[in-house]
T-cell receptor, first 113, second 113 residues
Framework: AQSVTQLDSQVPVFEEAPVELRCNYS??????LFWYVQYPNQGLQLLLK??????LVKGINGFEAEFNKSQTSFHLRKPSVHISDTAEYFC???????????FGSGTQLTVLP | EAQVTQNPRYLITVTGKKLTVTCSQN?????MSWYRQDPGLGLRQIYY???????DKGDVPEGYKVSRKEKRNFPLILESPSPNQTSLYFC????????????FGPGTRLTVL
């Protein structure tokens, strides 16, 4: 089975500052990794995913994440955040051979003016 | 428009009164799944289905039932709801299991009194 730990439940940051949201996973098999975003009162939408290949993955809205196999991490970064990035962010993992997607507990990103 | 729809969006009910939350997708996706979202716990998978007539338990299946008689529909059934099933529920679908993006419905907020 897989597990995901999001190390920060809340991250406040000022507008135009950089941000990193941390995610660590645990698995004994090859995995796929995802970041989803949930805006207030909405469902989740995919930001980016890592399946294989280049460890630096670029997603929508200027976000990127780096897969680090040795540290079992998949941290999400953005060099300059906007007010509109305020949302909850979820890291998720699935085993390459399975249908089950396991989510972390989420990180609330609040961008302050 | 490609989408996942859920009904109802809001529901208040009483303990023991059977209810069904419907989920439908128009993308011809094979894979469908139900999650519940609770504060501080992220999303936890209830049941998933990799194709018609194929369903499997997720992490928190107790107290829930599902069926997949048609590819587009994946209803969630609570035979005898209890207050600990008060939660925000999301249906999701993807082309297949594994590394494919999951598309989420808008959510159903259920309160069991």
């Amino acid at each position: 089975a897989q597990s995901v730990t999001q190390l920060d439940s809340q991250v406040p940051v000022f507008e135009e500052a950089p941000v990193e949201l941390r995610c660590n996973y645990s698995s004994s098999v090859s995995v796929y990794l995802f970041w989803y975003v949930q805006y207030p009162n909405q469902g989740l939408q995919l930001l980016l995913k890592y399946l294989s290949g280049s460890t630096l993955v670029k997603g929508i809205n200027g976000f990127e994440a780096e897969f680090n196999k040795s540290q079992t991490s998949f941290h999400l970064r953005k060099p300059s955040v906007h007010i509109s990035d305020t949302a909850e962010y979820f890291c998720a993992v699935s085993a390459a051979s399975e249908g089950q997607l396991t989510f972390g507990s989420g990180t609330q990103l609040t961008v302050l003016p | 428009e490609a989408q996942v729809t859920q009904n109802p969006r809001y529901l208040i009910t009483v303990t023991g009164k059977k209810l069904t939350v419907t989920c439908s997708q128009n993308m011809n996706h094979e894979y469908m799944s139900w999650y519940r979202q609770d504060p501080g716990l992220g999303l936890r998978q209830i049941y998933y289905s990799m194709n018609v007539e194929v369903t499997d338990k997720g992490d928190v299946p107790e107290g829930y039932k599902v069926s997949r008689k048609e590819k587009r529909n994946f209803p969630l059934i609570l035979e005898s709801p209890s207050p600990n099933q008060t939660s925000l529920y999301f249906c999701a679908s993807s082309a297949r299991q594994g590394g494919h993006e999951q598309f989420f419905g808008p959510g159903t907020r259920l309160t069991v009194l």
